[in-house]
């Protein structure tokens, strides 16, 4: 069985990197409600396994269960603020326009069309004002379901899904709608700063089968060296370009915001020293390029 937020539906807003809750156990005074309707006070028997995957409990009105339904409906129906409405990432959303949502919600859209007109509810397990589901869900990345468990957190009387850890959870309220866009630029800029070291290593690659000669981003793309993403900012946020010097024996590289303050503020530059081994600087340049 596998420990999840729903589904990693929040985790693959290409940008939007959250912790994944663990469950450690929920304790004495548990209420255990499994595929077989059994109920118990007590941690969650070893019957709670593969074996319950294919069958499914009944589902309470507005119990946690029902929420985990609920959610994926919405999500699967592309009603994204509804959906996240249900989870504790909320305020982020709550004071952004349905243009402005439409930004972050392309990973929904790719997930959408994954979730099954009906989600399988294998168990549900509270304790106080927690809870745990457990559910038959697509997997990250892959063509198959899985058994996943989702936690929930009650919040005056009604059931929220746990997207995120506390930490981001207490920035989300902080910051509100600015959260997403914060986060955006700085997984952008965190994604400009590795894209320019897989430059640096791509272009070591290069160079020891051309002859110490570097290349340009055509030419490592076509020698498989580097991602197509490195061509364009759509997805990336990052502009980026490669200058050669000295007859191809040396280069530049720079990775620059496509739109300042709104894909990212920091600009990098990947340039060699005197011993030719690649560092990556960078600087809030108000959007123009980092030049040598």
Same mark, same amino acid.
């Given at each position: 069985?596998?420990? &999840?937020? !729903? ?6 807003? *290409? ?13 004495? *005074? =548990?209420?255990?409600? %499994? ?7 007590? #941690? !969650?028997? @070893?019957?709670?396994?593969? #074996?319950? =995957? ?5 589902? /309470? ?26 989870? $504790? ?8 326009? /349905?243009?402005? %949502?439409?930004?972050? &919600? ?10 099954? @007109? ?8 509270? #304790?106080?004002? %927690?809870?745990?589901?457990?559910? $038959?869900?697509? @997997?990250?990345?892959? /063509? ?66 051309? *002859? +110490?000669?570097?290349?340009?981003? /055509? ?7 580097? !991602? ?8 990336? +946020?990052? =502009? ?7 007859? $191809? ?5 720079? @990775? ?10 920091? #600009? ?12 990556? &600087? =960078?600087?809030? $340049? ?7």
């Amino acid at each position: 069985m596998k420990t &999840s937020v !729903p589904g990693r539906c929040l985790t693959q807003l *290409g940008w939007f990197a959250v912790s994944i809750f663990v469950f450690v156990g929920l304790g004495c *005074g =548990s209420t255990v409600r %499994l595929a077989d309707d059994r109920v118990a006070a007590a #941690s !969650p028997p @070893a019957s709670m396994n593969d #074996s319950t =995957s294919e069958r499914k409990i009944e589902v /309470d009105p507005g119990g946690p269960a029902d929420t985990v339904r609920t959610f994926y409906k919405h999500l699967r129906e592309k009603r994204f603020r509804e959906a996240v409405f249900l989870t $504790n990432i909320r305020p982020a959303v709550e004071g952004l326009t /349905d243009s402005e %949502l439409k930004e972050f &919600s392309l990973d929904f859209e790719k997930i959408a069309g994954r979730i099954p @007109a009906n989600v399988e509810i294998n168990g549900e397990i509270i #304790s106080g004002e %927690l809870a745990t589901v457990t559910a $038959n869900l697509p @997997a990250e990345d892959e /063509d198959r379901n899985e058994i996943q468990t989702i936690r929930l957190r009650n919040q005056s009387g009604i059931w929220v899904i746990l997207t995120v850890e506390p930490a981001a959870e207490a920035r989300i309220r902080k910051e509100g709608k600015s959260y997403f866009y914060n986060l955006k630029v700085e997984t952008h800029e965190q994604e400009a700063r590795e894209m320019l070291e897989r430059i640096s290593k791509a272009q070591l690659a290069y160079s020891l089968q051309h *002859g +110490g000669d570097y290349a340009g981003i /055509d030419a490592l793309i076509d020698a498989g060296l580097l !991602p197509d993403d490195a061509k364009t900012s759509e997805s990336t +946020g990052y =502009s980026y370009k490669i200058d050669l010097l000295s007859q $191809n024996k040396r280069y530049t590289a720079a @990775a620059t915001p496509a739109v300042y303050g709104k894909t990212g503020r920091l #600009s990098f530059l990947l340039r060699q020293d005197e011993k030719g081994v690649s560092r990556v &600087s =960078s600087k809030d $340049n108000g959007g123009k390029p980092l030049v040598p």
